[in-house]
């Protein structure tokens, strides 16, 4: 289990960011940083516990505008430290949109200065631009409102 305190440097919109190369949840190879060379912003919800209720509201709200954020160009991806197989099985319980990334090590926690502790992140969505600069960023969100609130400010943005 880890720990992660909130970080003595904060990040703020305008700040690039390192785009790793990930796996989601079934394994499937993701660049980031060639996602975003695509034109793509990129949404990164933070949340704590696959399958919670919180969780389940928020990841069913984002499937419901799923379409609406990829005419927009944004990919969405849900990460947690939960296990792969719990991410697996959250997506086809919830029917799910978007890749879910396995994050048990931390590394997209780290980079996005998203805390946490004993194994569950905090609920955090960072809107990356693709230029690989951090958008927005929405620190401790309300699971039910969140999807609906950034997808109104990416509406906002596009205009």
Known sequence: MFVFALPVLALAPGDPVALPKVQDSYGKPIDLAATAREGK????????????PGCTAQGKRYAELHGEFAKLGVEIYGVSADPAAD????????????AMLP???GVLARLF???GVFGF???DTILVSPRGRVERIWRGVNPFR?????L???RELKR
């Open 103 to 105: 994050d048990k090590d």
């Open 121 to 123: 992140y905090n609920r």
């Open 41 to 52: 912003y990129l949404l990164f919800w933070f949340y704590p516990k696959a399958s919670s």
């Open 113 to 115: 200065k998203v805390g």
């Open 87 to 98: 991410q697996c099985s959250f997506i086809e319980q919830m029917a799910l949109k978007g």
């Open 146 to 150: 969140d999807p609906d609130t950034v």
């Open 152 to 154: 109104a400010y990416v």
